[in-house]
């Protein structure tokens, strides 16, 4: 599976940005997909996942109301919706797809794929 994300860029605080994530390859198996976040010098961490069917989402609680993840199966393709962007959103953001029958997971271990990462940087 390749997964290739896009998206990021230079934004000002209460800016809005969608990141997309589009997968190739072993795509007829059915992956959760989530969104984890690195800043310089700190460890990767979670931000969203959503089930093979869109019907579950969760999110950490540093983004909950201002981020949203979707996904469009027939196109392959996971969203991450960014709004009302702080300074401390500013990270690489990697997309990463897990096939573990589809629920989500917030465990970054869980995950069997991931992305190149797009750098998203908040100022302020």
């Known amino acids: 599976v390749q997964l290739q994300a896009c998206g990021g860029g230079l934004v000002q605080a209460g800016g809005s940005l969608r990141l997309s994530c589009a997968a190739s390859?072993?795509?007829?198996?059915?992956?959760?997909m989530g969104w984890f976040r690195q800043a310089p010098g700190k460890a990767r961490d979670f931000v969203a996942t959503?089930?093979?069917?869109?019907?579950?989402?969760d999110y950490a609680d540093s983004v909950k109301g201002r981020f949203t993840i979707s996904r469009d199966n027939a196109k392959n393709t996971v969203y991450l919706q960014m709004n009302s962007l702080k300074p401390e959103d500013t990270a690489v953001y990697y997309c990463?797809?897990?096939?573990?029958?589809?629920?989500?997971?917030?465990?970054?271990?869980?995950?069997?794929?991931w992305g190149q990462g797009t750098q998203v940087t908040v100022s302020s």
């Open positions: 959503i089930s093979w069917g869109g019907g579950n989402t």
């Open positions: 390859g072993r795509t007829f198996s059915i992956p959760a």
């Open positions: 990463a797809a897990a096939y573990n029958g589809g629920a989500v997971v917030t465990a970054m271990d869980s995950y069997d794929y």
